[in-house]
């Protein structure tokens, strides 16, 4: 497994980096969601982190931006849940990941373009904006069917307006993300060879 120190943190902050080496240990399976939407601005940070993701393995593997879910080598699945990762579960127990990550956009009263763990006694008081069924009770569901580990990372959006795309600043706070997690799924993909 890689180990991300905080002087390449990539502008992202010493929390996240910390909280991924350490969450990233020991994976079996690692499935990302990436939530929001894409028609709200800023709100669909989450669906375009996915899109750059498979865009970036669609030649090594055989994924697609045209699927909502996409596997690596039974190793790593990405899901494009849009604004109703409820409907992913029947999915996530069959994938029955060992890891979840979960990205989203998330209303912390933070700055914008501020990434943060948002730990799960604390998720009520994020604000979620498109989702149907509120974070905690998705997670819930979840935990109670399979065994596995999840993180929730949020950015804090800048502008939800709906018809914008996403804002300069957390477009970019996003690349560095991106190339973030690359780092990690290079890692998971060549300790299976």
């Known amino acids: 497994m890689v180990i991300i120190y905080v002087g390449e943190n990539l502008d992202l902050g010493k929390e996240i980096i910390e909280n991924l080496n350490n969450f990233l240990n020991n994976i079996d399976k690692l499935l990302i969601m990436g939530v929001g939407n894409t028609l709200k601005g800023d709100d669909g940070v989450g669906i375009e982190f996915?899109?750059?993701?498979i865009n970036y393995y669609s030649n090594k593997y055989n994924i697609s931006n045209n699927k909502e879910i996409?596997?690596?080598?039974?190793?790593?699945?990405?899901?494009?849940?849009?604004?109703?990762?409820?409907?992913?579960?029947?999915v996530i127990k069959k994938e029955n990941p060992s890891h979840i990550i979960i990205y989203d956009a998330a209303l912390m009263g933070e700055i914008p373009g501020?990434?943060?763990?948002?730990?799960?006694?604390?998720?009520?008081?994020?604000?979620?904006?498109?989702?149907?069924?509120?974070?905690?009770?998705?997670?819930?569901?979840?935990?109670?069917?399979i065994d596995t580990q999840i993180l929730i990372i949020g950015i804090e959006p800048e502008q939800l307006e709906f018809g914008n795309k996403l804002s300069k600043k957390i477009y970019k706070k996003n690349e560095k993300f991106i190339k973030l997690i690359i780092k990690y799924i290079d890692s998971i993909l060549e300790n299976e060879q």
Not at 50 to 53: G, M, V
């Open 50 to 53: 996915i899109h750059n993701l």
């Open 70 to 90: 996409n596997k690596i080598n039974n190793k790593i699945v990405f899901l494009n849940c849009g604004v109703v990762p409820e409907n992913f579960t029947d």
């Open 114 to 145: 501020t990434l943060k763990i948002i730990k799960l006694d604390n998720i009520s008081s994020v604000g979620f904006s498109t989702h149907a069924l509120p974070m905690n009770i998705i997670i819930k569901y979840i935990n109670s069917f």
